[in-house]
């Protein structure tokens, strides 16, 4: 099974940004549409994006449309999620997980990371 480590989490102000990574360990890293999550408090988890195992094929909640991109780099094993335009309501803990395939809602990623924090300050 991929281990899956998130990292690039921190303290940004609205309007600035930040870039999370997702470190997968294991060979098969590339057979896998790989997705972002994340959960603010006292709600529950939500689909933020997700990308196909090639990278050819991207999906985006609609409150992150044009502002968050996803990305993979296949021969480095991780995936990338670069946040622009932060608002404080992308405060949250941010996971990235695993699927047989993309979709626009996420549906069917599991194998979850241990999450980073990120704080939007307004």
């Known amino acids: 099974q991929v281990q899956l480590v998130e990292s690039g989490g921190g303290l940004a102000q609205a309007g600035g940004s930040l870039r999370l990574s997702c470190a997968a360990s294991?060979?098969?890293?590339?057979?896998?549409?790989m997705g972002w999550f994340r959960q603010a408090p006292g709600k529950e988890r939500e689909f933020v994006a997700t990308?196909?195992?090639?990278?050819?094929?991207?999906y985006y909640a609609d409150s992150v449309k044009g502002r968050f991109t996803i990305s993979r780099d296949n021969p480095k094993n991780t995936v990338y999620l670069q946040m622009n335009s932060l608002k404080p309501e992308d405060t949250a803990v941010y996971y990235c997980?695993?699927?047989?395939?993309?979709?626009?809602?996420?549906?069917?990623?599991?194998?979850w990371g241990k999450g980073t924090l990120v704080t939007v300050s307004s």
């Open positions: 294991g060979r098969t890293f590339s057979r896998y549409a």
């Open positions: 997980a695993t699927g047989a395939v993309a979709s626009g809602t996420g549906y069917g990623m599991n194998n």
């Open positions: 990308i196909s195992w090639s990278g050819g094929t991207t």
